[in-house]
């Protein structure tokens, strides 16, 4: 299992961060990655089946340099709901630095974060207890936590609410002079 949480704080601040856990053939390493960069801050992120998450990145990758909407669109139509447990995320700036979240799972819920001036837009992905991960980080945001560090304590609960989940994590960030 993994997290991927993502984040828009007043539209100002962009944060993409994920577990590094991952498991093959009983073999459990705490250094896998999970966040790809697909353009200058722009980013793909994945929960779940590696093989499938790298799929859909290899197809993104081979498009040429399309607007993000079409991206966007094209990832849509191609991830179909499936039995493989597996959430993908794109966000990021767009070309017209507007920052975006947008997020599907193998069963075809998708996320569309509304970003604005005053709020604090996120996203969370896992194969299991998103409600719970989502709680936790949005009770530290209302109890005033800045949103990096409540990124990195809702990671750091995750991996003690399950264990195929690390506390090892990478984190991105996109702002002004960043």
Known sequence: MSIIISAVEFNKFFYIASDKRATKR??????????YKIRPRVFYAMTGIAEAGLHFLEQIRKLENPPLADIIAATDDAFTPSSAKLTIMIAGQNESNEFFIWQKNNMGDKKICDISDNNIAFSIGANNKIQQFASHFETLILGGVR????????IAYASRVDPSISQNYDMFKVGPNI
């Open 26 to 35: 009983s073999v459990v390493s705490d250094d896998y990655q999970k966040i």
């Open 147 to 154: 949103v990096e560090e409540a990124i990195i304590r809702t």
